[in-house]
Protein backbone atom coordinates (compact mmCIF):
# COMPACT_ATOMS: atom_id res chain seq x y z
CA UNK A 1 0.00 0.00 0.00
CA UNK A 2 2.99 2.59 0.68
CA UNK A 3 4.64 1.50 -2.41
CA UNK A 4 1.75 2.43 -4.47
CA UNK A 5 1.84 5.71 -2.84
CA UNK A 6 4.68 6.18 -4.01
CA UNK A 7 6.58 6.62 -0.25
CA UNK A 8 10.05 6.58 0.00
CA UNK A 9 11.62 3.36 1.50
CA UNK A 10 15.03 2.82 2.97
CA UNK A 11 17.39 0.13 2.06
CA UNK A 12 15.77 -2.77 4.64
CA UNK A 13 12.43 -1.34 3.19
CA UNK A 14 10.86 0.61 5.91
CA UNK A 15 8.98 3.42 4.65
CA UNK A 16 10.93 6.33 5.22
CA UNK A 17 8.23 8.25 7.07
CA UNK A 18 8.28 5.57 9.59
CA UNK A 19 11.78 6.59 10.21
CA UNK A 20 10.94 10.22 10.52
CA UNK A 21 8.70 9.45 12.91
CA UNK A 22 10.58 7.13 15.01
CA UNK A 23 14.26 9.10 15.77
CA UNK A 24 11.96 12.09 17.46
CA UNK A 25 9.87 9.81 19.34
CA UNK A 26 12.78 7.51 20.54
CA UNK A 27 14.50 9.95 21.68
CA UNK A 28 11.62 12.11 23.38
CA UNK A 29 11.37 8.69 25.54
CA UNK A 30 15.42 8.56 26.12
CA UNK A 31 14.65 12.39 27.04
CA UNK A 32 11.69 12.03 29.51
CA UNK A 33 14.28 9.27 31.28
CA UNK A 34 16.99 10.98 31.76
CA UNK A 35 15.49 14.22 32.90
CA UNK A 36 13.13 11.67 35.84
CA UNK A 37 16.46 10.69 36.72
CA UNK A 38 17.90 14.08 37.28
CA UNK A 39 14.39 15.33 39.05
CA UNK A 40 14.64 12.09 41.30
CA UNK A 41 18.58 13.12 42.04
CA UNK A 42 18.71 17.10 42.26
CA UNK A 43 14.49 18.17 42.75
CA UNK A 44 12.74 19.40 45.76
CA UNK A 45 11.73 16.21 47.52
CA UNK A 46 11.65 14.09 44.45
CA UNK A 47 9.32 11.39 43.91
CA UNK A 48 7.15 9.59 40.93
CA UNK A 49 4.05 11.28 41.14
CA UNK A 50 5.94 14.54 41.22
CA UNK A 51 7.32 14.40 38.15
CA UNK A 52 6.77 16.38 35.51
CA UNK A 53 5.67 19.27 38.24
CA UNK A 54 8.89 18.97 39.95
CA UNK A 55 10.66 20.08 36.38
CA UNK A 56 8.50 23.72 36.48
CA UNK A 57 11.19 26.55 37.62
CA UNK A 58 11.17 30.36 36.47
CA UNK A 59 8.70 30.90 34.06
CA UNK A 60 7.23 27.92 33.72
CA UNK A 61 5.53 28.80 36.79
CA UNK A 62 4.01 31.93 35.69
CA UNK A 63 2.86 29.96 32.69
CA UNK A 64 1.38 27.44 35.08
CA UNK A 65 -0.71 30.40 36.80
CA UNK A 66 -1.47 31.75 33.22
CA UNK A 67 -3.05 28.80 32.11
CA UNK A 68 -5.16 28.54 34.95
CA UNK A 69 -6.37 31.80 35.99
CA UNK A 70 -5.73 34.07 33.05
CA UNK A 71 -3.80 37.59 32.88
CA UNK A 72 -3.68 39.68 36.89
CA UNK A 73 -5.98 42.62 36.45
CA UNK A 74 -3.07 44.69 38.46
CA UNK A 75 0.32 43.49 40.10
CA UNK A 76 0.75 40.60 42.57
CA UNK A 77 3.00 41.41 45.42
CA UNK A 78 2.38 38.44 46.94
CA UNK A 79 4.32 36.76 43.99
CA UNK A 80 6.45 39.61 42.72
CA UNK A 81 6.18 43.27 42.09
CA UNK A 82 4.88 42.97 38.71
CA UNK A 83 2.18 41.16 36.73
CA UNK A 84 1.89 38.05 34.02
CA UNK A 85 1.81 40.30 31.56
CA UNK A 86 5.13 40.05 29.58
CA UNK A 87 4.49 36.47 28.99
CA UNK A 88 2.39 36.15 25.49
CA UNK A 89 -0.94 34.60 25.23
CA UNK A 90 -0.53 31.99 22.84
CA UNK A 91 1.28 28.74 24.17
CA UNK A 92 -0.74 29.74 27.63
CA UNK A 93 -4.22 29.99 25.83
CA UNK A 94 -3.94 26.31 24.16
CA UNK A 95 -2.54 24.59 27.84
CA UNK A 96 -5.46 26.69 29.57
CA UNK A 97 -7.91 24.78 26.99
CA UNK A 98 -6.84 21.41 26.97
CA UNK A 99 -6.62 21.76 30.97
CA UNK A 100 -10.52 23.27 31.11
CA UNK A 101 -11.75 20.00 28.91
CA UNK A 102 -9.85 17.65 31.02
CA UNK A 103 -8.69 18.71 34.50
CA UNK A 104 -6.06 16.48 34.02
CA UNK A 105 -2.12 17.61 35.97
CA UNK A 106 -1.61 20.71 33.82
CA UNK A 107 2.21 20.02 34.15
CA UNK A 108 1.49 17.01 32.54
CA UNK A 109 -0.67 18.13 29.74
CA UNK A 110 2.50 21.20 29.24
CA UNK A 111 4.62 18.59 28.94
CA UNK A 112 2.71 16.38 26.68
CA UNK A 113 1.90 19.12 24.11
CA UNK A 114 5.79 20.30 24.06
CA UNK A 115 7.03 17.24 23.26
CA UNK A 116 4.10 16.84 20.49
CA UNK A 117 5.16 20.64 19.18
CA UNK A 118 8.78 19.18 19.41
CA UNK A 119 8.62 16.63 17.45
CA UNK A 120 6.28 18.64 14.66
CA UNK A 121 9.06 21.24 15.02
CA UNK A 122 11.57 18.45 13.50
CA UNK A 123 9.10 16.98 11.11
CA UNK A 124 8.93 20.63 9.12
CA UNK A 125 12.73 20.84 9.48
CA UNK A 126 13.48 17.53 7.59
CA UNK A 127 13.19 19.39 4.08
CA UNK A 128 14.76 22.33 5.79
CA UNK A 129 17.71 20.29 6.92
CA UNK A 130 17.95 19.38 3.02
CA UNK A 131 16.94 15.52 3.88
CA UNK A 132 19.76 15.05 5.49
CA UNK A 133 19.49 12.07 7.85
CA UNK A 134 22.62 13.16 10.11
CA UNK A 135 21.91 16.42 10.78
CA UNK A 136 17.84 15.29 10.81
CA UNK A 137 18.89 12.71 13.86
CA UNK A 138 20.90 15.56 15.55
CA UNK A 139 18.00 18.03 15.28
CA UNK A 140 15.99 15.72 17.13
CA UNK A 141 18.03 15.18 19.92
CA UNK A 142 18.81 18.92 20.32
CA UNK A 143 15.16 19.49 20.75
CA UNK A 144 14.23 16.43 23.14
CA UNK A 145 16.87 14.96 24.13
CA UNK A 146 19.76 17.48 24.69
CA UNK A 147 21.28 20.11 26.40
CA UNK A 148 17.92 22.89 26.31
CA UNK A 149 15.58 20.08 26.36
CA UNK A 150 14.30 21.29 29.30
CA UNK A 151 13.40 24.63 26.84
CA UNK A 152 11.23 22.32 24.63
CA UNK A 153 9.64 19.45 26.53
CA UNK A 154 8.30 21.80 29.64
CA UNK A 155 5.92 24.60 30.13
CA UNK A 156 7.78 27.55 28.17
CA UNK A 157 6.97 28.98 25.09
CA UNK A 158 9.87 28.20 23.31
CA UNK A 159 9.00 24.93 21.35
CA UNK A 160 6.37 26.86 19.86
CA UNK A 161 8.19 29.42 18.70
CA UNK A 162 10.79 26.94 16.97
CA UNK A 163 8.19 25.17 15.59
CA UNK A 164 6.05 27.97 13.79
CA UNK A 165 9.36 29.54 12.74
CA UNK A 166 10.11 26.43 10.89
CA UNK A 167 6.79 26.39 9.66
CA UNK A 168 7.54 29.87 8.36
CA UNK A 169 10.94 29.05 6.93
CA UNK A 170 9.05 25.97 5.17
CA UNK A 171 6.64 28.57 3.40
CA UNK A 172 8.85 31.10 2.47
CA UNK A 173 10.80 28.35 0.68
CA UNK A 174 8.03 27.05 -1.27
CA UNK A 175 7.21 31.29 -1.58
CA UNK A 176 3.72 30.56 -0.20
CA UNK A 177 3.60 34.13 1.80
CA UNK A 178 0.16 34.28 2.82
CA UNK A 179 1.19 31.09 4.51
CA UNK A 180 3.95 32.35 6.18
CA UNK A 181 1.81 35.43 7.10
CA UNK A 182 -0.27 33.23 9.11
CA UNK A 183 2.20 31.43 10.10
CA UNK A 184 3.81 34.50 11.66
CA UNK A 185 0.52 35.92 12.91
CA UNK A 186 0.21 32.76 15.77
CA UNK A 187 3.91 33.56 15.87
CA UNK A 188 3.96 37.19 16.96
CA UNK A 189 1.36 36.01 19.48
CA UNK A 190 3.58 33.79 20.97
CA UNK A 191 6.64 35.93 22.03
CA UNK A 192 7.30 39.57 21.28
CA UNK A 193 10.07 39.77 18.67
CA UNK A 194 7.68 36.73 17.06
CA UNK A 195 5.68 40.58 14.97
CA UNK A 196 9.24 41.59 13.60
CA UNK A 197 9.11 38.17 11.25
CA UNK A 198 7.20 40.95 9.25
CA UNK A 199 10.70 42.30 8.16
CA UNK A 200 12.11 38.72 7.08
CA UNK A 201 9.03 37.86 4.74
CA UNK A 202 9.65 41.51 2.83
CA UNK A 203 13.16 40.61 2.56
CA UNK A 204 12.51 37.09 1.13
CA UNK A 205 10.07 38.94 -1.18
CA UNK A 206 12.49 41.22 -2.51
CA UNK A 207 15.21 38.83 -2.95
CA UNK A 208 12.88 36.89 -5.01
CA UNK A 209 11.98 39.59 -6.67
CA UNK A 210 15.30 40.96 -7.82
CA UNK A 211 16.21 36.88 -8.87
CA UNK A 212 13.56 36.91 -11.08
CA UNK A 213 15.50 39.87 -12.93
CA UNK A 214 12.56 42.23 -12.38
CA UNK A 215 13.70 46.05 -11.94
CA UNK A 216 12.73 48.11 -9.08
CA UNK A 217 10.07 50.64 -10.92
CA UNK A 218 8.18 47.40 -11.74
CA UNK A 219 7.73 46.69 -8.14
CA UNK A 220 4.20 48.36 -7.23
CA UNK A 221 2.39 47.45 -10.69
CA UNK A 222 4.02 43.19 -9.44
CA UNK A 223 2.53 44.32 -6.00
CA UNK A 224 -0.99 45.32 -7.61
CA UNK A 225 -0.96 42.05 -9.46
CA UNK A 226 0.01 39.91 -6.68
CA UNK A 227 -0.91 41.09 -3.16
CA UNK A 228 0.11 38.24 -1.53
CA UNK A 229 3.11 39.81 0.25
CA UNK A 230 0.77 42.61 1.41
CA UNK A 231 -1.57 40.09 2.33
CA UNK A 232 1.03 38.80 4.54
CA UNK A 233 2.41 41.96 6.30
CA UNK A 234 -0.65 42.58 6.92
CA UNK A 235 -1.50 39.58 8.79
CA UNK A 236 1.90 38.69 10.82
CA UNK A 237 0.94 41.73 13.68
CA UNK A 238 -2.35 40.84 14.08
CA UNK A 239 -1.25 38.30 16.83
CA UNK A 240 0.40 41.22 18.71
CA UNK A 241 -2.47 43.57 17.85
CA UNK A 242 -5.10 41.16 19.43
CA UNK A 243 -2.82 40.47 22.67
CA UNK A 244 -3.01 44.39 22.76
CA UNK A 245 -6.45 44.97 21.95
CA UNK A 246 -7.15 42.69 24.96
CA UNK A 247 -4.47 44.06 27.38
CA UNK A 248 -6.85 47.48 26.66
CA UNK A 249 -9.86 46.16 27.39
CA UNK A 250 -8.98 44.38 30.30
CA UNK A 251 -6.74 46.62 32.20
CA UNK A 252 -6.51 49.68 30.46
CA UNK A 253 -2.97 49.46 29.05
CA UNK A 254 -2.46 48.16 25.75
CA UNK A 255 1.34 47.90 25.74
CA UNK A 256 1.48 46.48 29.60
CA UNK A 257 3.53 43.98 28.01
CA UNK A 258 6.17 46.65 27.54
CA UNK A 259 6.13 48.66 30.33
CA UNK A 260 5.80 45.69 33.23
CA UNK A 261 9.56 45.25 32.09
CA UNK A 262 10.57 47.95 34.27
CA UNK A 263 9.09 46.23 37.75
CA UNK A 264 11.16 42.74 36.22
CA UNK A 265 14.59 45.19 36.91
CA UNK A 266 15.05 45.19 32.77
CA UNK A 267 16.32 48.79 31.88
CA UNK A 268 16.89 49.45 28.29
CA UNK A 269 20.68 50.62 26.87
CA UNK A 270 23.35 49.70 24.73
CA UNK A 271 22.90 46.33 23.88
CA UNK A 272 27.14 46.73 22.80
CA UNK A 273 27.93 47.80 26.02
CA UNK A 274 25.64 44.90 27.90
CA UNK A 275 27.67 42.68 25.90
CA UNK A 276 31.01 43.96 26.67
CA UNK A 277 30.00 44.18 30.16
CA UNK A 278 29.19 40.62 30.28
CA UNK A 279 32.67 39.03 28.87
CA UNK A 280 34.31 41.19 30.71
CA UNK A 281 32.90 39.78 34.13
CA UNK A 282 35.37 37.84 35.31
CA UNK A 283 34.41 35.16 37.61
CA UNK A 284 36.29 36.05 41.27
CA UNK A 285 38.27 33.05 41.60
CA UNK A 286 38.69 29.62 39.26
CA UNK A 287 38.66 29.63 35.51
CA UNK A 288 34.59 28.67 34.98
CA UNK A 289 33.01 31.37 33.05
CA UNK A 290 30.45 33.54 34.95
CA UNK A 291 26.77 33.75 34.81
CA UNK A 292 27.26 37.13 32.05
CA UNK A 293 29.68 35.08 30.64
CA UNK A 294 28.22 32.31 29.79
CA UNK A 295 25.26 34.54 28.90
CA UNK A 296 27.53 36.72 26.63
CA UNK A 297 29.08 33.93 24.80
CA UNK A 298 25.59 32.62 23.76
CA UNK A 299 25.07 35.75 22.30
CA UNK A 300 28.38 35.84 20.06
CA UNK A 301 27.59 32.21 18.83
CA UNK A 302 23.96 33.47 17.79
CA UNK A 303 25.71 36.32 16.03
CA UNK A 304 28.45 34.41 14.41
CA UNK A 305 25.28 31.72 13.11
CA UNK A 306 23.88 35.27 11.97
CA UNK A 307 26.94 36.01 10.02
CA UNK A 308 26.79 32.46 8.27
CA UNK A 309 23.20 32.97 7.44
CA UNK A 310 24.09 36.05 5.57
CA UNK A 311 27.12 34.94 4.18
CA UNK A 312 25.01 32.09 2.43
CA UNK A 313 22.90 34.76 1.31
CA UNK A 314 19.74 33.73 3.42
CA UNK A 315 19.50 37.54 4.73
CA UNK A 316 15.80 37.45 5.82
CA UNK A 317 16.27 34.89 8.44
CA UNK A 318 19.68 36.49 9.31
CA UNK A 319 17.45 39.86 9.17
CA UNK A 320 14.93 38.22 11.34
CA UNK A 321 17.53 36.35 14.00
CA UNK A 322 19.96 39.75 13.95
CA UNK A 323 16.49 41.49 15.75
CA UNK A 324 15.58 38.62 17.59
CA UNK A 325 19.04 39.20 19.72
CA UNK A 326 19.57 42.72 19.41
CA UNK A 327 16.08 43.36 20.93
CA UNK A 328 16.21 41.56 24.07
CA UNK A 329 20.03 42.20 24.41
CA UNK A 330 18.93 46.03 24.83
CA UNK A 331 17.44 45.33 28.31
CA UNK A 332 20.12 43.48 29.38
CA UNK A 333 21.40 39.62 29.49
CA UNK A 334 19.07 38.23 31.64
CA UNK A 335 17.60 34.76 29.55
CA UNK A 336 19.81 35.41 26.88
CA UNK A 337 20.97 31.80 26.44
CA UNK A 338 17.52 30.54 26.49
CA UNK A 339 16.48 32.95 23.53
CA UNK A 340 19.24 31.89 21.17
CA UNK A 341 18.65 28.26 21.08
CA UNK A 342 14.90 29.36 20.52
CA UNK A 343 16.17 30.51 17.15
CA UNK A 344 15.47 27.94 14.78
CA UNK A 345 17.28 29.52 12.02
CA UNK A 346 20.92 29.67 14.15
CA UNK A 347 20.35 26.11 15.56
CA UNK A 348 20.08 24.64 12.41
CA UNK A 349 23.24 26.52 11.02
CA UNK A 350 25.37 24.93 13.55
CA UNK A 351 23.40 21.63 13.67
CA UNK A 352 23.97 21.17 9.81
CA UNK A 353 27.98 22.25 10.28
CA UNK A 354 27.64 19.38 13.23
CA UNK A 355 26.40 16.90 11.11
CA UNK A 356 29.16 17.10 8.23
CA UNK A 357 31.49 14.76 9.20
CA UNK A 358 30.71 11.45 11.04
CA UNK A 359 33.14 12.09 13.84
CA UNK A 360 31.61 15.25 14.82
CA UNK A 361 28.02 14.26 14.46
CA UNK A 362 29.08 11.08 17.09
CA UNK A 363 30.44 12.57 19.26
CA UNK A 364 27.87 15.76 19.35
CA UNK A 365 25.13 13.26 19.58
CA UNK A 366 26.45 11.46 22.76
CA UNK A 367 26.87 15.10 23.73
CA UNK A 368 23.69 15.92 23.76
CA UNK A 369 22.40 12.87 25.19
CA UNK A 370 24.94 13.10 28.02
CA UNK A 371 24.02 16.84 28.66
CA UNK A 372 20.78 16.19 29.00
CA UNK A 373 21.04 14.74 32.49
CA UNK A 374 23.39 17.10 33.47
CA UNK A 375 21.86 20.65 31.86
CA UNK A 376 18.42 19.14 33.64
CA UNK A 377 20.26 19.43 36.91
CA UNK A 378 21.44 22.56 36.64
CA UNK A 379 17.63 23.59 35.97
CA UNK A 380 16.64 21.76 38.86
CA UNK A 381 19.70 23.52 41.14
CA UNK A 382 19.02 26.67 39.84
CA UNK A 383 22.10 27.28 37.89
CA UNK A 384 21.48 30.79 36.43
CA UNK A 385 22.79 30.88 32.60
CA UNK A 386 20.14 28.10 32.00
CA UNK A 387 17.26 30.93 33.31
Known sequence: MVADLGMPRTRRGVPLAVILVAIPVGFALLGLLLRLFAYLVAGWEPHLGGYPDGLCRWDCQWYVILAK?????FPVPETIDAGNWAFFPLFPMIIGGLY???????????????????????????PLLERNIRAYTLYC?????????????SFLTEVLFVLLTNCIMLALRRSNYIAAGGFAALLSATRIVGVFMVFAIVVQYLAEYRQKGEPWRKLPAHLWQKPEIVLAVLLTPLGLFGYMAYLHFYMGDALAFSHVQRAWGRVPGNPFYYLWMALTDWPDTGFWPSTNQWLGLSVVVGLG????????????????????????????????????????????????????????????????????????TGWLQEWLPLV
Open 305 to 376: ATAVLALRRQYAMALFCLICLIVPLSLGLASMLRFVTALSPIVLVVITWLARSRLIYAVSLLGFVAADYFFT
Open 141 to 153: AFLLCGPFSIYFT
Open 100 to 126: ALSQADIMTIATGVSIAFSIAAALVAW
Open 69 to 73: SGYDP
